[in-house]
């Protein structure tokens, strides 16, 4: 259920718009005789020009119950929620005048209250925060009816997103250690990575453009069927990080998107020269076994070496301290 109000100067398109049979029916009326939408406009302004301060001598308000709620109620019961909402604004309907119209042209049955804001004695209700007044009245009636009420969806909603939230921060954790897991084997290829990263139970789901090219990866953690961009798990975890990261496509029948080509080039260097590097030690020690050798016998020595002398330097220590105490 949701309720509207404002007031306004209350022209006759209101009322003419408001009050049309071809639209739905009255439902309630109090203090008015009026037939036509210009008599009972007239018919107020009889009392409005009690009060000659005022701008809006008029309140148009709107309660609208659920569609599912809407279908069901009765005219009786829909004079019963006009009237308890009115109460809910401090206002008494036995006292006040006003009419109700109900609007059933769309599915989405709801009333129209048409009510003259300056009362007998030429004061005005007050409209101060009038709107949201009325959106506590139709959920406090609502409550009153067991009725669908539009405040409490809304508090569902928000409950139900901070939810969704926590559990997505607690999948993002996890598929973070996961990355991280997998990241420490260094894995040389970007097929290599997802595959891996398979087997732990997290299957990338590729983002494509319009014009056929890979932009992305979606992450979807098979355990709890949940999905998530890449770069939202962690920044690290985007593909233009991944790429630079020296894990290139191996396939090169994959389309990649124009911002990603030159980290696909970059990751190629880094892995040829990763590549290199490691030949070239490999081919350095292939050629000098003995060099290779000497070099390690040569580092334990100098190690032998410095052991003895710490030994031998805490020895004379010892003894320049047995000295100092005989004397």
């Excluded at 109000?5 to 209101?14: D, K, P, Q, R, T």
């Excluded at 804001?117 to 959106?135: C, E, M, Y």
């Amino acid at each position: 259920m949701i309720g509207l109000a404002e007031s306004c100067i209350g022209g006759f398109a209101l009322f003419n718009y408001v009050i049309d049979l071809n639209k739905g029916y009255e439902l309630m009326r109090n203090n008015l005789c009026g037939e036509s939408p210009l008599e009972i406009m007239q018919e107020l302004k009889i009392i409005q020009n009690l009060n000659q301060k005022a701008t809006n001598k008029l309140f148009s308000m709107v309660l609208s119950p659920h569609i599912n709620d809407g279908e069901n109620l009765s005219k009786k019961q829909l004079r019963e929620l006009t009237k308890d909402f009115l109460q809910e604004l401090e206002i008494d309907p036995e006292k006040a005048q006003f009419i109700g119209f109900v609007h059933t042209e769309k599915k989405h049955r709801h009333i129209h209250i048409l009510m003259n804001r300056v009362s007998t004695n030429a004061k005005l209700f007050a409209d101060h925060h009038i709107g949201k007044k009325a959106q506590w009245a139709a959920h406090r009636v609502a409550e009153k009816h067991q009725l669908i009420s539009a405040r409490q969806i809304r508090l569902n909603n928000m409950k139900e997103a901070e939810t969704i939230k926590a559990d997505s921060k607690q999948i993002c954790k996890k598929i973070y250690q996961k990355h991280n897991n997998v990241i420490l084997t260094k894995p040389k290829s970007m097929e290599e990575y997802l595959s891996k990263m398979l087997k732990m139970g997290m299957d990338f789901i590729p983002t494509i453009t319009k014009q056929g090219s890979l932009q992305g990866f979606r992450i979807k953690d098979l355990e709890s069927q949940q999905d998530i961009k890449a770069s939202a798990v962690h920044r690290s975890m985007g593909l233009k990080s991944l790429l630079e990261s020296g894990m290139p496509f191996e396939n090169p029948n994959i389309i990649l998107h124009d911002s990603l080509i030159e980290s696909q080039e970059l990751a190629n260097l880094q892995k040829i020269s990763g590549d290199n590097a490691l030949k070239e030690k490999i081919t350095h020690e292939a050629k000098n076994p003995i060099n290779s050798y000497e070099n390690q016998s040569n580092t334990e020595e100098i190690t032998k070496k410095h052991s003895v002398n710490s030994s031998v330097h805490e020895e004379q220590n010892d003894a320049s301290k047995q000295k100092f105490k005989r004397r």
